[in-house]
């Protein structure tokens, strides 16, 4: 091939990279202005009436939640970390793989399974009032269906996020600092405090906004315990109450405070770092516990484990065996085939959107790529239901324009030939799960020495030869981690599966929802111990992770 042909076709695949990049961000930036257009369609008239009637409410609601999340995540995260880091109790080498299981679990899941036990007719109360010969209003119990109730589901499934962040960290640290503020005088628990704490407060930070962005975007949960947040007001605006505008206007509260959440962790990353300046690197001589002090250490690092993974599938699994749900029956194996297709094309062109991304800003780093990039990876921190409502409305506009147009002209109707199809819907999961098949690919990615590409380049390779025969084989492992985490992610999605799915096209995560609100609790837990196993699966993963880096 002659010179300026090989430069052609070098350029060719330079620009198809560009135009691939780019689209992605610009279908990841569409959802959030089409929500703000959407916003301005209802006027001031609905804005005033949303602040006189239900705003309020779901706002206080959603920064509540928030809080009591966050301070649950932080202490449940850091203290598990602290101590099976730190320190040797019985059970120690156990809890360091088992505080992650709970991640397996969506909260909605755990929800339905303390509903059937702890809920008045639950088999709690019930023993209770047999035992005491209590009447029903003989006694007080925490009602599950509670604001509480809902902070506590989610603690139990979040604080994971905290755990592993906040335990790699504790495990980067040297004893120099530690050691010295033990010298000084200063007590176990103050130097912890005082200096340990502070060093691990960057990753800690960036584990407590994951959790908080996992809370605000949670539908299920908040829906089924009756609790009115911001997540929930957008659905009911769009099917109970039909009117777009309102939802659009909910959806623009919403997606303003997960793009400051979005802001805070960029901000904390980039500034709060705290360096070991010291030269030598010691490990932290882990502490023996014994005694009172190993019970109450290995207490509190079972309590998560039990309440967040065994305990629930115990319960779960009692509630299949005694529904009437078949799961080999035609009915199911439609939800469980409708999953799976739905997953699987999710994950796969998320993960090509990935390499698309992450390897044109490698090919052409600048401010350009950087913002195509980081446009990518606004979608985790947006709602799926904030997603849903972003693309429907310009679809739908879309549609019925290409339809009235298509009338006028041919006098023939198209319908809605995006609004409502499998691939919008497959787009709302891209643009949701963008971020953490990026961060899948570009771990990889780090791997591969710039040498690589320089000899690639040499031996007359096209970037996309460059990707073909030289990245994509070596990345092969992160890839399929990438692959397998948006899959679980879509598999247990609810709120964007919802509002977007086709008509009469129903996942395992909507027919768990739908026995559930019509309170066939036994029913439901047919469908969540489908998508727990499946859940399982990445969680494995990350447990050979941690056995492995002790």
Same mark, same amino acid.
């Given at each position: 091939?002659?010179?300026?042909?090989?430069?052609?076709?070098?350029?060719?695949?330079?620009?198809?990279?560009?135009?691939?990049?780019?689209?992605?961000?610009?279908?990841?930036?569409?959802?959030? %202005?089409?929500?703000?257009?959407?916003? !301005?369609?209802?006027?001031?008239?609905?804005?005033?009436?949303?602040?006189?009637?239900?705003?309020?409410?779901?706002?206080? *609601?959603?920064?509540?939640? &928030?809080?009591?999340?966050?301070?649950?995540?932080?202490?449940?995260?850091?203290?598990?970390?602290?101590?099976?880091? !730190?320190?040797?109790?019985?059970?120690?080498?156990?809890?360091?793989?088992?505080?992650?299981?709970?991640?397996?679990?969506?909260?909605?899941?755990?929800?339905?399974?303390? =509903?059937?036990?702890?809920?008045?007719?639950?088999?709690?109360?019930?023993?209770?009032?047999?035992?005491?010969?209590?009447? +029903?209003?003989?006694?007080?119990?925490?009602?599950?269906?509670?604001?509480?109730?809902?902070?506590?589901?989610?603690?139990?499934?979040?604080? +994971?996020?905290?755990?592993? %962040?906040?335990?790699?960290?504790?495990?980067?640290?040297?004893?120099?600092?530690?050691?010295?503020?033990?010298?000084?005088?200063?007590?176990?628990?103050?130097?912890?405090?005082?200096?340990?704490?502070?060093?691990?407060?960057?990753?800690?930070?960036?584990?407590?906004?994951?959790?908080? !962005?996992?809370?605000?975007?949670?539908?299920?949960?908040?829906?089924?315990?009756?609790?009115?947040?911001?997540?929930?007001?957008?659905?009911?605006?769009?099917?109970?109450?039909?009117?777009?505008?309102?939802?659009?206007?909910?959806?623009?509260?919403?997606?303003?405070?997960?793009?400051?959440?979005?802001?805070?962790?960029?901000?904390?990353?980039? *500034?709060?770092?705290?360096?070991?300046?010291?030269?030598?690197?010691?490990?932290?001589?882990?502490?023996?516990?014994?005694?009172?002090?190993?019970?109450?250490?290995?207490?509190?690092?079972?309590?998560?484990?039990?309440?967040?993974?065994?305990?629930?599938?115990?319960?779960?699994?009692?509630?299949?065996?005694?529904?009437?749900?078949?799961?080999?029956?035609?009915?199911?194996?439609?939800?469980?085939? *409708?999953?799976?297709?739905?997953?699987?094309?999710?994950?796969?062109? =998320?993960?090509?959107?990935?390499?698309?991304?992450?390897?044109?800003?490698?090919?052409?780093?600048?401010?350009?790529?950087?913002?195509?990039?980081?446009?990518?990876?606004?979608?985790?921190?947006?709602?799926?239901?904030?997603?849903?409502?972003?693309?429907?409305?310009?679809?739908?506009?879309?549609? *019925?324009?290409?339809?009235?147009?298509?009338?006028?002209?041919?006098?023939?109707?198209?319908? %809605?030939?995006?609004?409502?199809?499998?691939?919008?819907?497959?787009?709302?999961?891209?643009?949701?799960?963008?971020?953490?098949?990026?961060?899948?690919?570009?771990?990889?990615?780090?791997? &591969?020495?710039?040498?690589?590409?320089?000899?690639?380049?040499?031996?007359?390779?096209?970037?996309?030869?460059?990707?073909?025969? &030289?990245?994509? +084989?070596?990345?092969?492992?992160?890839?399929?981690?990438?692959? %397998?985490?948006?899959?679980?992610?879509?598999?247990?999605?609810?709120?964007?599966?919802?509002?977007?799915? +086709?008509?009469?096209?129903?996942?395992?995560?909507?027919?768990?929802?739908?026995?559930?609100?019509?309170?066939?609790?036994?029913?439901?837990?047919?469908?969540?111990?489908?998508?727990?196993?499946?859940?399982?699966?990445?969680?494995?993963?990350?447990?050979?992770?941690?056995?492995?880096?002790?």
């Amino acid at each position: 091939m002659a010179p300026h042909a090989t430069r052609r076709h070098r350029a060719g695949g330079s620009r198809l990279l560009a135009v691939l990049a780019y689209l992605v961000a610009a279908v990841c930036i569409l959802p959030m %202005l089409a929500v703000l257009i959407a916003s !301005m369609s209802g006027g001031t008239d609905t804005v005033a009436h949303l602040m006189d009637t239900v705003l309020p409410r779901y706002a206080f *609601n959603t920064l509540a939640l &928030v809080l009591l999340v966050a301070l649950g995540a932080l202490a449940v995260g850091v203290g598990t970390a602290w101590l099976v880091t !730190m320190t040797r109790f019985p059970g120690q080498r156990f809890f360091e793989v088992a505080l992650v299981l709970p991640l397996a679990f969506p909260a909605y899941v755990l929800a339905y399974a303390y =509903t059937h036990v702890l809920d008045h007719p639950g088999v709690v109360q019930t023993s209770l009032r047999a035992m005491m010969g209590w009447g +029903p209003r003989d006694y007080w119990f925490p009602e599950i269906r509670s604001l509480g109730g809902a902070a506590t589901m989610l603690v139990l499934v979040l604080y +994971p996020y905290v755990y592993l %962040l906040a335990r790699a960290a504790f495990l980067q640290q040297s004893a120099s600092a530690f050691l010295a503020a033990r010298a000084l005088g200063k007590t176990a628990w103050q130097a912890f405090f005082r200096v340990s704490l502070p060093m691990a407060r960057p990753a800690i930070a960036g584990g407590v906004l994951l959790a908080v !962005m996992e809370t605000i975007a949670d539908f299920g949960t908040v829906a089924y315990f009756g609790v009115q947040t911001l997540a929930t007001g957008i659905y009911t605006s769009w099917f109970s109450l039909a009117d777009r505008a309102a939802a659009a206007q909910l959806a623009l509260c919403l997606l303003a405070f997960a793009l400051l959440l979005a802001i805070l962790e960029r901000y904390q990353r980039g *500034n709060a770092q705290y360096h070991d300046t010291s030269k030598r690197q010691h490990g932290m001589p882990p502490a023996e516990l014994s005694g009172w002090r190993a019970a109450l250490a290995t207490l509190f690092c079972a309590l998560p484990v039990i309440l967040g993974a065994l305990l629930p599938m115990a319960i779960l699994l009692e509630m299949a065996l005694g529904s009437e749900q078949n799961l080999l029956s035609r009915r199911y194996i439609g939800f469980i085939q *409708n999953s799976l297709t739905l997953a699987s094309a999710a994950a796969i062109v =998320t993960v090509c959107a990935a390499v698309s991304v992450g390897f044109y800003q490698r090919l052409r780093p600048g401010k350009p790529s950087a913002a195509a990039g980081y446009a990518a990876r606004l979608g985790y921190a947006v709602p799926g239901g904030v997603i849903a409502v972003g693309l429907i409305v310009p679809f739908a506009a879309f549609d *019925n324009a290409l339809d009235a147009w298509m009338r006028a002209r041919f006098d023939y109707s198209t319908g %809605l030939l995006i609004t409502g199809s499998i691939w919008l819907l497959v787009g709302a999961y891209m643009v949701r799960f963008l971020a953490a098949a990026l961060g899948a690919y570009e771990g990889g990615q780090s791997t &591969v020495h710039a040498n690589m590409d320089a000899a690639a380049r040499s031996l007359g390779q096209t970037p996309l030869g460059t990707l073909r025969r &030289v990245h994509l +084989p070596i990345l092969t492992p992160s890839l399929l981690t990438a692959l %397998l985490i948006v899959f679980v992610d879509v598999m247990k999605e609810l709120p964007a599966t919802l509002i977007m799915r +086709p008509f009469n096209y129903d996942t395992l995560a909507v027919q768990a929802y739908r026995l559930a609100s019509d309170e066939r609790l036994e029913g439901a837990a047919v469908p969540s111990l489908v998508i727990v196993a499946v859940g399982l699966l990445p969680v494995i993963l990350i447990c050979r992770q941690v056995g492995r880096h002790r």
